[in-house]
């Protein structure tokens, strides 16, 4: 079992940055992979980026490529979304997700956090 716990969401202006952090309960998180998705009212959640339980494989969506960074501390049990140059459209619920197996859907992945706020404007 894995429990994970978001943090690092908040209010910020165009152009700004946030870093979101996911501290993951479990000795096995270090032996998932780890992903972050969004999710906005109305819409399904999507993927943002993955990251294998290595650290050495990374995939991000192509709306954050360049601009959001994924990466993970597996000695301290937590990922991370490192996210600059943030535009009003990034504004979403952040979660992240790990499951045994590396992926960019969300049915294949098992273990939720509950989510962070990120609210961008212009």
């Known amino acids: 079992q894995v429990q994970l716990v978001e943090s690092g969401g908040g209010s910020v202006q165009a152009g700004g940055s946030l870093r979101l952090s996911c501290q993951a309960s479990g000795r096995t998180f270090r032996t998932y992979a780890m992903a972050w998705f969004r999710q906005t009212p109305g819409k399904e959640r999507e993927f943002v980026a993955s990251i294998s339980w290595t650290g050495g494989n990374t995939y991000y969506a192509d709306f954050v490529k360049g601009r959001f960074t994924i990466s993970r501390d597996n000695a301290k049990n937590t990922g991370y979304l490192q996210m600059n140059s943030l535009k009003p459209e990034d504004t979403a619920v952040y979660y992240c997700?790990?499951?045994?197996?590396?992926?960019?859907?969300?049915?294949?992945?098992?273990?939720w956090g509950q989510g962070t706020q990120v609210t961008v404007s212009s």
């Open positions: 997700a790990a499951d045994g197996r590396l992926s960019n859907r969300a049915d294949e992945y098992d273990y």
